[in-house]
Nanobody, 116 residues
Framework: QVQLVESGGGLVQPGGSLRLSCAASGSISGWNAMGWYRQAPGKERELVAR???????NYAGSVKGRFTISRDNAWKMLYLQMNSLKPEDTAVYYC??????????WGQGTQVTVSS
């Protein structure tokens, strides 16, 4: 089992920056993908950025060039650097891991609000 805990959300003005962190604990035998999703009010949860086990990285088109996903070498911490934030980035951001057996693990989410 894996536990994921996000932190770093908050209120920021348009054009500002935030860095989200996700602490992973527990153990898995392997993983297929790990990354960040978000869900805005009245909308479906959507992919923001993720690492794939083949070494590739995916970004949503709406955040490409503004957001950067990174991790520590032990794969125990996952980060999302968000720059040039826009009001439409307002959402609850979730950390996610899909393990080798395609079991999905989610954090509790952290609120990001972009507003002047």
């Amino acid at each position: 089992q894996v536990q994921l805990v996000e932190s770093g959300g908050g209120l920021v003005q348009p054009g500002g920056s935030l860095r989200l962190s996700c602490a992973a604990s527990g153990s898995i035998s392997g993983w297929n993908a790990m990354g960040w999703y978000r869900q805005a009010p009245g909308k479906e949860r959507e992919l923001v950025a993720r690492f794939i086990s083949d070494g590739s990285t995916n970004y949503a088109g709406s955040v490409k060039g503004r957001f950067t996903i990174s991790r520590d070498n032990a794969w125990k911490m996952l980060y999302l650097q968000m720059n040039s934030l826009k009001p439409e980035d307002t959402a609850v951001y979730y950390c996610h891991i899909e393990d080798y057996y395609r079991t999905n693990f989610w954090g509790q989410g952290t609120q990001v609000t972009v507003s002047s």
